[in-house]
C-alpha cells in the first residue's frame, strides 16, 4: 500500500531536511582543502531521502489504536 504525504507533510520534511543539512556541512565549505559545492547537494539528497523515507513509513493519523 503506497500513502501519500499531504503537500504540507513534504513541505515540512523539506524543510528539515534543509536545516539538517545546513548543520551537516557548516564549517565544511568555503577553506582550503574543504568539501567541493557538490557536497551539499549529496548530503542534502542523503538527507531528503532519509527523511523522506522514515515520514512515508510512519501510521496514518487517522488510523485507529490497535489495542
Same mark, same amino acid.
Given at each position: 500500500?503506497? /500513502?501519500?504525504?499531504?503537500?504540507?507533510?513534504?513541505? #515540512? /520534511?523539506?524543510?528539515? #531536511? /534543509?536545516?539538517?543539512? %545546513? +548543520?551537516?556541512?557548516?564549517? #565544511?565549505?568555503? %577553506? @582550503?582543502? +574543504? =568539501? !567541493?559545492? +557538490?557536497?551539499?547537494?549529496? /548530503?542534502?539528497?542523503?538527507?531528503?531521502?532519509?527523511?523522506? =523515507?522514515? %515520514?512515508?513509513?510512519? !501510521?496514518?493519523? @487517522? #488510523?485507529? %489504536?490497535?489495542?
Amino acid at each position: 500500500m503506497e /500513502v501519500r504525504m499531504s503537500r504540507e507533510g513534504d513541505w #515540512a /520534511v523539506f524543510e528539515k #531536511a /534543509v536545516e539538517l543539512t %545546513a +548543520s551537516a556541512v557548516r564549517g #565544511a565549505l568555503g %577553506a @582550503a582543502d +574543504s =568539501q !567541493p559545492a +557538490s557536497f551539499v547537494g549529496d /548530503v542534502f539528497r542523503e538527507t531528503y531521502a532519509a527523511l523522506k =523515507q522514515a %515520514a512515508d513509513e510512519m !501510521p496514518d493519523k @487517522a #488510523a485507529k %489504536a490497535g489495542f
